[in-house]
């Protein structure tokens, strides 16, 4: 059957559906972001242009994308080591309440951010705490599960050969570390990093309800646009602006997981 | 047991639990009155009480829209593993490319594909009025297509993960030993992805019952899903609708919480589990 997936007439029709499925969505704001007009309905833009671009511009986005990236980086900054430490602990076996631990580990997963963020609101305006700041500490929750788990298998696969090899060999703890332990881990810990920036990078409802409207990240940028309507063009540029970044890291991302 | 291991789990577990329980407590605590904004604290129902039809509304909404996104997304999402395992990654990649589109990205992108002037009713040819109403219509249709959309490789690459490292070895053994296709997916490649596949469907299904921003963009104004209706109270001008508003989160934790429960049961009942 898998086999008869890949070979068949009906195989390729049902990659080819998937294919569109996926990449069919994003068609509309390649083409927007550079329509200067595109009355309905017509298929294809009367003139084409960068308007969209310049009202993003105008509207703020270089300061949003400083905001985002700051965001994805704290967040990947505080969330993936913590989750290689605590995937560590993990691995070793010799946690005490290893089921209790993992529970409360991945409870981010499924508890709702939005009704986190929703009671969090209240606790942050009365001890005063920076809304960046608490901002910053939802998402790197939020962003635990995923580098813990990425960490956790990586740790499941690693070989302590290597490093017990090394130390029998007269490499100090730290040399052991900085050029055994790390290199061996740099794919994962990339790959963790990256879905930890990806949290801080593309959450919405979080900067929106503690961020109390001074944290302006790029999608907090592209909701103010796309809630009213004829800023299609503005939309589209913002979101490619987006999407654009993460990709080129997640390539990125994928070089190193295939070199080492 | 060793201290060290502990110590080691500290910088994720305290920050996890501490902003979970002051979270989701806080919520609790103004849900039943216990920390109003203005006035003394005293213990009511009442937020959950004045607005108990709007709730169940809401909350039956919520768990349609998820159940119909999450379904298509795991048929469409292991589809996309098992053309994967074959070589054939094209669609796997395509789908892999959506991963870093934010939500809003993809409702904004969505809305541009199906409202009644977007891409599709352009491509179609069809004019107002023969367009049907995916955006913001009855059946929540673009909605459930967004979210569908992003579960779907989400799912496809975790179950391409656990396809990769164990089951096609299984699968070629079985192959080996004479199995037909159909009876290889049935008794080897499927047991071995379920729970894999459980696992990412019910946290596909529970983000998509706690998610703000798409209903907000692609839906109707009513009936709200409960994540719109908790933010619309949250951020009313008027005061006395806090508690409600933390009523209606509280209700979407603990309809999350019963999905785990669900899933975990399932996974109990599955012998590669065990």
Not at chain 1, 94 to 108: M, T
């Amino acid at each position: 059957m898998i086999a008869a997936l890949a070979r068949t007439t009906i195989g390729r029709a049902v990659r080819a559906v998937l294919v569109l499925w996926f990449l069919l969505p994003l068609v509309p704001i390649l083409l927007w972001a550079f329509a200067n007009r595109w009355p309905f309905p017509d298929l294809l833009p009367q003139q084409w242009g960068l308007d969209g671009v310049r009202s993003g511009l105008d509207a703020g986005a270089p300061n949003a994308f400083v905001v985002s990236a700051a965001l994805g980086l704290a967040v990947a900054a505080i969330a993936t080591p913590a989750g290689a430490l605590a995937a560590r602990a993990l691995a070793s076996g010799r946690l005490p309440l290893p089921r209790v631990i993992e529970a409360v580990l991945f409870a981010p997963l499924i508890l709702p951010a939005f009704a986190v963020a929703l009671g969090l609101d209240v606790l942050v305006l009365r001890t005063g705490v920076p809304s960046p700041l608490a901002v910053v500490a939802v998402l790197s929750v939020a962003a635990i599960p995923y580098t813990t788990y990425l960490m956790r298998v990586a740790f499941g696969a690693y070989d302590k050969g290597f490093e017990e090899e090394a130390r029998t060999l007269g490499a100090s703890r730290a040399t052991v570390l900085v050029r055994v332990h790390i290199p061996l881990l740099a794919p994962a810990l990339s790959g963790a990093a990256f879905l930890a920036f990806l949290v801080g990078w593309t959450d919405y409802v979080v900067t929106l309800l503690i961020g109390g409207g001074r944290v302006v990240s790029v999608p907090i940028l592209v909701a103010s646009f796309a809630a009213g309507t004829g800023n299609s063009s503005v939309v589209a540029a913002l979101s490619m602006a987006a999407v654009i970044p993460p990709l080129i890291l997640l390539t990125v991302v994928a070089r190193t997981g295939r070199s080492t | 047991m060793s201290w060290r291991a502990a110590l080691w789990v500290l910088p994720a577990l305290l920050p996890v639990a501490t902003i979970l329980l002051a979270g989701l407590g806080s919520a609790l605590l103004q849900s039943l009155g216990l920390m109003p904004l203005v006035g003394a604290p005293e213990l009511t129902i009442e937020a959950y009480r004045m607005n108990t039809g709007d709730l169940a509304t809401s909350a039956a909404l919520s768990l349609a829209i998820a159940t119909a996104a999450t379904l298509i997304g795991v048929v469409v999402g292991v589809t996309t593993a098992l053309t994967a395992v074959t070589g054939r990654r094209f669609a796997l990649w395509a789908g892999t490319l959506t991963v870093p589109v934010p939500h809003l990205i993809g409702a904004a992108t969505m809305g541009l594909l199906l409202a009644d002037s977007g891409l599709l009713a352009r491509l179609f040819g069809l004019s107002e009025g023969g367009w049907p109403a995916l955006v913001g219509g009855r059946w929540w249709i673009a909605v459930v297509l967004e979210y569908a959309w992003k579960e779907s490789a989400f799912i496809a690459l975790v179950v391409a993960a656990v396809l990769a490292t164990r089951v096609a070895a299984y699968d070629d053994t079985a192959a080996v030993l004479g199995a037909s296709r159909r009876a290889r997916l049935r008794l080897v490649t499927f047991p071995l992805i379920r729970p894999a596949v459980v696992a990412a469907a019910t946290i596909s299904f529970t983000y998509t019952l706690g998610s703000y921003e798409v209903a907000l963009l692609l839906g109707r104004v009513y009936p709200e899903p409960l994540p719109v209706l908790a933010i619309r109270l949250f951020t009313s001008v008027e005061l006395a609708t806090r508690p409600q508003a933390a009523a209606a989160a509280v209700v979407t934790a603990v309809l999350a919480l019963l999905a785990v429960a669900g899933a975990l049961m399932m996974l109990r009942r599955s012998a590669v589990w065990r």
